[in-house]
């Protein structure tokens, strides 16, 4: 293009000694034309759209789509399996506990009692299946998958807190007819006022054996959770999370597959016995290999087989080009791609630690530690904390926390801190040293240090006391209570006396 734009310049510039003017103005327009080469049209960028539009013209036409392939790898790919293990494990792990935070400590308790009794699947779950954390997973899971999720809050009175969780797949969202409502615009299943802020979502609804459509449902906005990812301003409902990857990473299970056959292939012993003569006549017509025994065409083979040919024909065996270890190369760089365009590295999603040191395994597990705490802290956000609240007035219209000094329209009462496990230690010397530096610099307070184990800092010292307290009627010297080791090991070696006689000996 750089030749086009100065033959151009040139002919311009003869142009001016005859029209200065229009000279002027053609090199004007290059100019503009030429300004980004990546506006440049050209034949090598035909699939390449040059044009845009709002974000749900675009999403409505692939939505379903995406999900339905998006779907298809999670069930069959075991790279997306990969994927989804890591962010299970990380992102939820063992379960994500609650720490009421108000100034009233016996509300605390009780609110915490409370909730630990709720969580357990016969009760806080509308078909009771799930407890909280396995709703968390598979909120996590389809979020991810199919690009968002809605949730609802029955109430169920035959319970003891009649609070429940029903969750409903995107797919449930009315895309068809739907009846007209106050004149306002209807996306998707998505009920919206003119400023694009959701009223409402329209819900599927069909008989139960689903042969046949009733009237959508209407939820209000208010009583549903719609959680899904906003990439743009005029985009009002979900897209899969996958959207960039589904075609790489099933041109990559495909590639996998044809390399597992090729190896089959390999692995096969066939054997062909030619029986050849040199007055064997031509063949008229599309010569075939046939099998000499029963004169059928040969157009398959089998590992392990001996075939006979006719006189005259010989077999070619076909061997696929290439090795295993030569595409070692090239699927690890595609799971890495995989993987990074997730948030995510090589080494968490497909535990290959076999080209990393301790440094760079380590900052591999930082920024992947970013990845898992935002998508936590989404749950957190726009789920549990809302979620919560609806707990605490359910609670108190119930009469749970009555005597405990709960003031309704507190939001002090709302505050919570929501704790997980932390990832396990690579080198624990190395990070043990490290946060034994931070809380001697106060770099890490010991709340942010019990808060990154996943423990209560307060129960932590209470425990703490407990065992300090047992150990010293005992008189066992324990590591942990004393900051210097060789303290523990004076006072272990210290001779037995009597309590009386080392006070004499002080004096």
Request: glycine residues 6%.
């Amino acid at each position: 293009m750089g030749i086009i734009k100065r033959i151009g310049d040139f002919a311009d510039d003869v142009r001016t000694i005859f029209s200065p003017s229009t000279a002027i103005k053609r090199k004007y327009e290059r100019a503009m034309y030429f300004g980004y080469e990546a506006g440049q049209q050209t034949r090598k960028d035909l699939p390449f759209p040059t044009m845009s539009s709002q974000a749900e013209s675009i999403n409505k036409m692939s939505r379903r789509t995406l999900a339905a392939r998006a779907r298809d790898l999670e069930r069959n790919n075991p790279i997306i399996g990969s994927i989804l293990s890591a962010l299970k494990n990380n992102v939820i792990g063992t379960g994500i506990t609650l720490q009421a935070r108000s100034k009233n400590e016996r509300y605390n308790q009780r609110i915490e009692d409370l909730w630990n009794e709720w969580i357990h699947y016969e009760n806080c779950d509308y078909t009771q299946r799930q407890s909280l954390n396995d709703i968390l997973n598979l909120i996590m899971k389809r979020k991810f998958i199919d690009g968002g999720i809605l949730i609802s809050f029955p109430l169920d009175t035959n319970r003891k807190i009649p609070l429940t969780i029903q969750l409903h797949e995107v797919d449930e969202l009315a895309t068809g007819d739907i009846p007209e409502h106050k004149g306002v615009y209807i996306s998707d299943g998505v009920e919206l006022d003119n400023g694009g802020k959701p009223i409402a979502y329209w819900i599927t609804q069909t008989t139960p054996d689903g042969l046949t459509n009733l009237n959508p449902k209407r939820l209000k906005a208010e009583d549903v959770i719609f959680l899904w990812d906003k990439d743009r301003v005029t985009q009002y409902r979900e897209v899969s999370r996958l959207s960039r990857s589904i075609v790489a990473t099933k041109d990559l299970g495909d590639y996998m597959n044809t390399l597992a056959f090729q190896q089959k292939m390999l692995s096969a012993i066939t054997v062909f016995i030619n029986s050849d003569s040199k007055n064997t006549a031509v063949p008229i017509g599309r010569p075939m290999l046939r099998n000499a025994e029963d004169k059928r065409p040969i157009e398959t083979i089998n590992g392990g087989t001996v075939k006979y040919l006719e006189k005259g024909q010989t077999a070619t065996p076909v061997v696929p080009q290439g090795q295993s270890a030569e595409a070692n190369g090239y699927i690890t760089l595609q799971q890495r791609m995989i993987a990074a365009d997730l948030g995510l590295s090589l080494e968490s999603t497909a535990r290959n630690v076999k080209e990393v040191n301790y440094s760079s395994a380590r900052q591999n597990l930082l920024n992947d530690t970013v990845t898992y705490k935002t998508m936590r802290n989404d749950l957190i956000e726009y789920f549990l904390r809302p979620l919560f609240k609806r707990f605490v007035n359910i609670c108190e219209l119930k009469g749970y926390l009555d005597g405990y000094g709960y003031e309704k329209g507190n939001d002090d009462y709302y505050r919570v801190e929501w704790l997980n496990s932390n990832v396990g230690w690579i080198d624990p010397k190395k990070e043990a040293e490290a946060n034994a530096i931070n809380l001697a610099n106060g770099g890490k307070s010991f709340q942010q240090f019990c808060s990154e184990q996943g423990a209560d800092w307060r129960e932590r010292i209470d425990s703490m006391a407990r065992v300090q307290e047992y150990a010293e009627q005992k008189k066992v010297y324990l590591p942990f209570l004393y900051g210097n080791l060789n303290m523990q090991t004076e006072k272990a070696t210290e001779p037995k006396e009597d309590k009386e006689d080392k006070e004499d000996k002080e004096e």
